[in-house]
T-cell receptor, first 113, second 113 residues
Framework: EAQVTQNPRYLITVTGKKLTVTCSQN?????MSWYRQDPGLGLRQIYY???????DKGDVPEGYKVSRKEKRNFPLILESPSPNQTSLYFC????????????FGPGTRLTVL | RKEVEQDPGPFNVPEGATVAFNCTYS??????FFWYRQDCRKEPKLLMS???SGNEDGRFTAQLNRASQYISLLIRDSKLSDSATYLC??????????????FGKGTKLSVIP
């Protein structure tokens, strides 16, 4: 089954404790993205990757890091989480470029205390 | 002016009604347009792409008006299962495989028995 998986699905952590949210897709897609969704602000792109070892900033990259060492994986790293990073995070992948359907993971609900 | 704007709603309509949503965009270089559906606390899923000539998929019709810079989604014969938030997506290409993808904040639809 074609899918995008994220882990963990729910996480409560404390300020400053480094964390990683994993994202994996089994569709051999080149493009992958991370979004955060907040009430009243909608979905905002954090980072995206056009291929292995190629990443670029989205609209709200501050406080986040990503890596793309393998085509299937695109982890999101919060080196020093802060309460304003409490949000619902989605990973997405698409085959190639913007005209293709984006497939979203189920979401990770992060709370930073 | 915000890049992509949607009326947040909520639109409360009775079963069987016809309802239409608009999404306006400010970047005249935008080239690809989509409607996504998001159920509460779930990931967005592609509903339909929007083509220049307009397109229909069952009870759903999407249209693009480039002159006025908006896309629309029409839902006929509303069902209870249509209750969700509808997100528009606008993509503008900036060359060399890069593109700017912007989500609207979504329009909430509630179909009432």
């Amino acid at each position: 089954e074609a899918q995008v998986t994220q882990n963990p699905r729910y996480l409560i952590t404390v300020t400053g404790k480094k964390l990683t949210v994993t994202c994996s897709q089994n569709m051999n897609h080149e493009y992958m993205s991370w979004y955060r969704q907040d009430p009243g602000l909608g979905l905002r792109q954090i980072y995206y990757s056009m291929n292995v070892e190629v990443t670029d900033k989205g609209d709200v990259p501050e406080g986040y890091k990503v890596s793309r060492k393998e085509k299937r994986n695109f982890p999101l790293i919060l080196e020093s989480p802060s309460p304003n990073q409490t949000s619902l995070y989605f990973c997405a992948s698409q085959e190639y470029r913007g005209t293709d359907t984006q497939y979203f993971g189920p979401g990770t609900r992060l709370t930073v205390l | 002016r915000k890049e992509v704007e949607q009326d947040p709603g909520p639109f409360n309509v009775p079963e069987g009604a016809t309802v239409a949503f608009n999404c306006t965009y400010s970047n005249s270089a935008s080239q690809s347009f989509f409607w996504y559906r998001q159920d509460c606390r779930k990931e967005p899923k592609l509903l339909m792409s929007v083509y220049s000539s307009g397109n229909e998929d069952g009870r759903f019709t999407a249209q693009l008006n480039r002159a006025s810079q908006y896309i629309s989604l029409l839902i006929r014969d509303s069902k209870l299962s249509d209750s969700a938030t509808y997100l528009c997506v606008v993509i503008a290409y900036s060359g060399a495989g890069s593109y700017q993808l912007t989500f609207g904040k979504g329009t909430k639809l509630s179909v009432i028995p």
